[in-house]
């Protein structure tokens, strides 16, 4: 999702108070951040936000860190906040290669990752948010009892996120390809923009649920 470049939107993220600037100085001291001792929930490649904040919304008990690589795309979710500002909502700019430089061991409650970029080319495979690689990442930053998330269209992408489990020791707790004909897993799904796109050409949804 790299929207149209938007003259100046570096500089408005730098002066947007919604966004954590320096967010290895939060690691470890994510609850400070907050202010509250609320558990921490992490959508990586969250795009223009609706989730996140839509959950941020159902949810103020929880504290919610939205991680958007692009400024362009960053820039909607902080106009998205200006409007209905959320307390319990943070964005940070940023790669999420570098995950474990802004999050302590076991500091992360549960991670989401909704509609990764799916990398096709298997020489790419490494820079799939599913991939071994990134399970390790998550592995270091995740509390023990964490879980991750992941929903999908993309059938060939759920795939590989399956095999890849046990090669870096993670086993799936609930798991469906049809995630709206499903309804114990449906329950209470709060769909991404991609979803709702994406599920309305009739493509069904992929879910997992994992822990390690
Ligand atoms: N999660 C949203 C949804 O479901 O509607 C957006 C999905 S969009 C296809 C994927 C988003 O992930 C894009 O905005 C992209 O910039 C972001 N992204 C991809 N790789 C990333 C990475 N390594 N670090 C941070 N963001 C990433």
Redesign the pocket.
Known sequence: ??LRNITGSREMIRESGFVVHEPEEMRGRWKEAFGSDAPLHV?????KG??LMDMARLHPEISYIG????SS?LLRAIQKMQEDPLPNVKFIR????EIEAVFGEGEVDRIYL????PWPKDRHAKRR?ESRQFLKRYDRILKKDGQIEFKTDNRELFAFALEELPEAGWRAKAVTWDLHGDPAMNEGNVM????ERFSSLGNPICKYIIER
């Open positions: 999702m790299r959508e990586i490649g969250m795009g609706r989730f991680i958007e690589k692009y795309v940023m790669d999420a290669e909704n509609f990764s970029d948010l991404t923009e991609y979803e």
